[in-house]
């Protein structure tokens, strides 16, 4: 089992920057892959960022280039860096993870990933 429990939400302006930070617990070394994930009340939840235990990154197409991932050499702590902000980044933010190896992009999506945290709110304002 992993708990997974999510930080660092709140509120920025347009072209402004957050960071979320996901703490992890319980049994690390099962999980081959960390993300995050990010809802809207019109949309589906979508993967944002994933990394897996080589260090190997995927970003969703609408965040490459402004967002970064990454994790502890424990893998015990997950960061999201997000830079450049725009209103459509707003959202409630999830960490999840997955057991089995595979999978491991964005573009894959939730039924992928095992264990997730309760979500932060990140809101954009214009």
């Known amino acids: 089992q992993v708990q997974l429990k999510e930080s660092g939400g709140g509120s920025a302006q347009d072209g402004g920057s957050l960071t979320l930070d996901c703490a992890a617990s319980?049994?690390?070394?099962?999980?081959?892959?960390m993300a995050w994930f990010r809802q809207d009340p019109a949309k589906e939840r979508e993967g944002v960022a994933t990394?897996?235990?080589?260090?190997?990154?995927g970003y969703a197409d609408s965040v490459e280039g402004r967002f970064t991932i990454s994790q502890s050499h424990a893998r015990n702590s997950v960061r999201l860096r997000m830079d450049s902000l725009k209103p459509e980044d707003s959202g409630v933010y999830y960490c999840?993870?997955?057991?089995?190896?595979?999978?491991?992009?964005?573009?894959?999506?939730?039924?992928?990933?095992?264990?997730w945290g309760q979500g932060v709110q990140v809101t954009v304002s214009s």
């Open positions: 990394i897996d235990g080589d260090g190997r990154i």
């Open positions: 999840a993870a997955r057991q089995q190896p595979g999978l491991c992009r964005p573009r894959y999506g939730s039924k992928a990933f095992d264990f």
């Open positions: 319980g049994n690390i070394g099962a999980t081959y892959c």
